[in-house]
């Protein structure tokens, strides 16, 4: 297993990419992100209890405090259940597609399989996130309808964004985008 240089989520928190080649024709890619911060956790939860408790002081009622600890749970299942990726991995096996798989930090994860014969190209998107520019992996789908024309935009990470500099060809940096044929670079 080869460890790939660290990128960065659109927060600024790291992330590991590593690569593992199983033979020429299928590689493995894959991204993990630091675990749930018990520091944070610990903040939003006395947050949000203080501000019930002050609610309580005002009102006297205890169905508040309740209900504050009822909600404060539900957020954090639905965040670790919903939002949180701990870890996506990418398998590209050239003859037979790209297995892309999310795994959820309460232990779910969502597989999705995307045939070969159906991929277009794989190219580097960009979006606007707040005052920046951010770049992402996509992989275009052929549109069965018409030869020429896209049908979907599949991101391939969805934790992940770099720094345009950091994925051009003038640095070669050593992302999937190199291990699919039909890869082309920004200039």
């Not at 590209?92 to 277009?120: N, P, R």
């Amino acid at each position: 297993m080869e460890d790939e240089p660290s990128f960065s989520d659109i927060c600024g928190g790291r992330l590991a990419l590593q690569r593992r080649d199983y033979s020429p024709s299928c590689r493995e890619f894959c991204l993990s992100c630091p675990r749930l911060s018990l520091r944070s956790l610990t903040a939003v939860t006395c947050t949000v209890w203080l501000a019930a408790y002050g609610l309580f002081t005002l009102c006297e009622n205890s169905m508040i405090l309740s209900a504050a600890i009822f909600i404060t749970l539900l957020g954090l299942l639905g965040y670790l259940h919903f939002v949180k990726i701990d870890q996506e991995t990418l398998l590209i096996i050239d003859s037979l597609g790209i297995q892309m798989t999310s795994s959820y930090a309460s232990g779910k994860e969502c597989t999705t399989f995307i045939e070969m014969g159906k991929v277009k190209d794989v190219v580097i998107n960009e979006a606007v996130y707040m005052q920046k520019v951010i770049y992402y992996l996509c992989i275009l789908l052929k549109d069965p309808v018409e030869p020429n024309g896209i049908s979907q935009v599949v991101p391939v990470f969805q934790v992940s964004t770099e720094q345009l500099s950091k994925v051009s060809s003038n640095n070669r940096l050593r992302f999937p985008v190199l291990c699919i044929s039909t890869a082309t670079y920004v200039q």
